[in-house]
Every structure is written in structure tokens, then in C-alpha cells.
């Protein structure tokens, strides 16, 4: 969606190192979800924000909102080829859980 | 337990044919959703459903017909599907319709039509 620019389009690493992609929007978002999947496969949840300047965490993978709610991050410390997959973010910008989602990031772990 | 199920996995179907896809989830959730998702493409909503009612349909061509029979359960019913319509058919469920509900998904229907 033209509505949310989520960078890179693509990504390889080499296990180990650390990686951020970006999820991009010219609204508020009331909500921004990230996901993951695998190719031709449904979409696992990873975490959801809220509010502007709000972190989370679980495992290796930190998301964060920015105070303006209109530009998410999220990022992996020390990649595993567990981690290659296709992430998504999307996101809620209007009253409802109607989601827009990103065109997605590729990950490839290299080991 | 978050699970969404979805049946079947694949579905081949012409032009001319009537099928459902069925989804289930017992999370007690009371909104759930329907998205479409083209090849190398992010998924895109079709239908959401609260309270078994049809909350929101995207202007989704009238060969889709969503069904929502109990708050467990939603189908899609599809009928003279062009090809074009080939695509994963994910569905999606969450605590409440209103913002701050994670979604969860289902596996998904790799639908081809032939």
C-alpha cells in the first residue's frame, strides 16, 4: 500500500548481525502491527503498538512507534536463519481494526 | 490458545463452480475478517465481520459472498470466479473490531481458479 512504505524491500545478513526495517506513514497511525510469514503461508503475530515513543520486545525482536505515531522500527539483534522469512507491518489508521498493510521485507539469513 | 483454522488448504475450482472456504476459531473472539493476498503481494482486506454482523465489506465484487453463522465461524462462499481471482484467501480473527486488537491469522486457502 502507497499509504505505509516499509524499507528495505529485501534483505540478506549474515548470522549474527543485527538489522532494522522501517515502516513509513504521511497519517496518525492508531495502531501498528508487525508480522511475520513465510511464503504462501498465514501471517504470524509479533507485536502491536499503540502509543507515540512506546517499545516492545520479545526474544531478539524490538519494535518501536515514534512520538508522532506516524513511523515504526523494527529490529533484530544477533540474526538466526530462523528469522528469514517475509515481514509485514501493518496498520490501523482510522477508527476501526480495518488494516493497510506494507509491501513487506524479505529477510534472508545467511549462515 | 491462538489458533485460527482454515479449510481446505488448497482449492481448485472453474469458472462455472460453487465452493466455500470455511474458517474456525474458539478464542471467544467477536470480530473476524477475510483478506486477500495476490502472489509477492501484501495481503488486502475483503470483509470484516463483528458480532456476526458485517461490519465492513471493501467493495468486493458480488461472486464473494461472506457468512458469518455463529461467532465461531465465518465462510466465504465463491461463485463464477474468474481466474484473476487466484490467490491466497487468509482469514483473521481478534478480541473486538475496535483498534488495539492484534489479529490473528489462519494458515490460509490457496485458491486457483481454472
Known amino acids: 500500500s502507497q499509504e505505509l512504505e516499509q524499507s528495505p524491500q529485501s534483505l540478506i545478513v549474515q548470522e549474527g548481525k543485527n538489522l532494522t526495517i522501517n515502516c513509513t506513514s504521511s497519517k496518525t497511525l492508531y495502531g501498528l502491527y508487525w508480522y511475520k510469514q513465510k511464503y504462501g503461508e498465514g501471517l504470524i503475530f509479533l507485536m502491536m503498538l499503540q502509543k507515540g515513543g512506546e517499545e516492545k520486545s520479545h526474544e531478539k525482536i524490538t519494535a518501536k ?5 506516524q513511523q515504526s522500527s523494527l529490529h533484530i ?28 521485507t524479505i529477510l534472508r539469513v545467511k549462515s | 490458545d491462538t489458533e485460527v483454522t482454515q479449510t481446505p ?39 470484516v465481520y463483528s458480532y456476526e454482523k458485517l461490519s465492513i465489506n471493501e467493495s468486493v465484487p458480488s461472486r464473494f459472498s461472506p457468512e458469518c453463522p455463529n461467532s465461531s465461524l465465518l465462510n466465504l ?28 491469522f489462519g494458515p490460509g486457502t490457496r485458491l486457483t481458479v481454472t
Open chain 2, 77 to 104: 462462499h465463491l461463485h463464477a470466479l474468474q481466474p484473476e481471482d487466484s490467490a491466497l484467501y487468509l482469514c483473521a480473527s481478534s478480541q473486538d473490531i475496535s483498534v488495539g486488537y492484534e489479529q490473528y
Open chain 1, 77 to 104: 539483534t544477533a540474526s538466526q536463519p530462523s528469522h528469514a522469512g517475509i515481514y509485514l507491518c501493518g496498520a490501523a489508521m482510522e477508527y476501526g481494526n480495518k488494516l493497510v498493510f506494507g509491501a513487506g
Open chain 1, 65 to 69: 512507534l515514534d512520538e508522532k505515531k
Open chain 2, 9 to 47: 488448504k488448497h482449492l481448485v475450482m472453474g469458472m462455472t463452480n460453487k465452493k466455500s472456504l470455511k474458517c474456525e476459531q474458539h478464542m471467544g473472539h467477536r470480530a473476524m475478517y477475510w483478506y486477500k493476498q495476490k502472489a509477492k503481494k501484501p495481503p488486502e482486506l475483503m470483509f
